[in-house]
T-cell receptor
Framework: GQNIDQPTEMTATEGAIVQINCTYQ??????LFWYQQHAGEAPTFLSY????GLEEKGRFSSFLSRSKGYSYLLLKELQMKDSASYLC??????????FGQGTTLQVKP | ETGVTQTPRHLVMGMTNKKSLKCEQH?????MYWYKQSAKKPLELMFV???????ENNSVPSRFSPECPNSSHLFLHLHTLQPEDSALYLC???????????????FGPGTRLTVT
C-alpha cells in the first residue's frame, strides 16, 4: 500500500529552527514534494527532491534519503507568517501525487 | 497569485441540488486535477485530465462528474450530494509529458462546499 506519515502538529518560536519530518512507503519513487498551505488558501510549491541529499532555498531546505524512505523540511529564522500547514507528497509509479495529512506549524512570538 | 482560479469560493447546496465548480488555469499547462480536502485527512485525488485523456479514480462516487472542454478549463458537476461530501475542493494544473516526467502542481484557492 501507499502511506505517508507526518506529525500532525508542531509549535516553534519566532527566530528558531524547526524540522518537519516525513516518512513514506510507496510503490516506486519518482520524487517528493513539499507544499505550504495557509488557512483558507491554496497549497503553494516549496521544494522538490528526487535525489538523495539537501536542497536549499533561502530559509527553507529539504532533505531526502530514498533508502530510508525519509524526508524533512527545515525552516530557519522562523517568522510569524510561517504559521501554516506543510504537506509532504510523493510521486510513486502510479503517476499520481500521494499526499500526507499535513503538519500544522504554529509559530509563537 | 498562482495562475489557477476557482469559482465559486464558497457553495452551500442541498442534497437534491445540481451545481458545478469551475476551474481555469492561465499557465499554459496541459494537465488538470481535482482534489478533495477534508479536515484532518490527506488531500485525495479525484480526477486527472492529462494531454486530453482522463484518468479516473475508481473510488469517486458517480455523483461527481468531471468535464474538461479544453486544456485551460475544468469543471466538476455535482448532483445529489451527501453531507459527508462537504469539504474543500481544490483544482490544480501542471505540465505533463507523453514520456513521463514529474512536474510540480499549481493549486487554485479551492471551493468550500457545504452540503445541507
Amino acid at each position: 500500500g501507499q502511506n505517508i506519515d507526518q506529525p500532525t502538529e508542531m509549535t516553534a518560536t519566532e527566530g528558531a529552527i524547526v524540522q518537519i519530518n516525513c516518512t513514506y512507503q510507496t510503490s516506486g519513487f519518482n520524487g517528493l514534494f513539499w507544499y505550504q498551505q495557509h488557512a483558507g488558501e491554496a497549497p503553494t510549491f516549496l521544494s522538490y527532491n528526487v535525489l538523495d541529499g539537501l536542497e536549499e532555498k533561502g530559509r527553507f531546505s529539504s532533505f531526502l534519503s530514498r533508502s530510508k524512505g525519509y524526508s524533512y523540511l527545515l525552516l530557519k529564522e522562523l517568522q510569524m507568517k510561517d504559521s501554516a500547514s506543510y504537506l509532504c507528497a510523493v510521486y510513486g509509479n502510479t503517476g499520481k501525487l500521494i499526499f500526507g495529512q499535513g503538519t500544522t506549524l504554529q509559530v509563537k512570538p | 497569485e498562482t495562475g489557477v482560479t476557482q469559482t465559486p469560493r464558497h457553495l452551500v447546496m442541498g442534497m437534491t441540488n445540481k451545481k458545478s465548480l469551475k476551474c481555469e488555469q492561465h499557465l499554459g499547462h496541459n494537465a488538470m486535477y481535482w482534489y478533495k480536502q477534508s479536515a484532518k485527512k490527506p488531500l485525495e485525488l479525484m480526477f486527472v485530465y492529462s494531454l486530453e485523456e482522463r484518468v479516473e479514480n475508481n473510488s469517486v462516487p458517480s455523483r461527481f462528474s468531471p468535464e474538461c472542454p479544453n486544456s485551460s478549463h475544468l469543471f466538476l458537476h455535482l448532483h445529489t450530494l451527501q453531507p459527508e461530501d462537504s469539504a474543500l475542493y481544490l483544482c490544480a494544473s501542471s505540465q505533463a509529458g507523453r514520456t513521463g516526467g514529474v512536474y510540480e502542481q499549481y493549486f487554485g484557492p479551492g471551493t468550500r462546499l457545504t452540503v445541507t
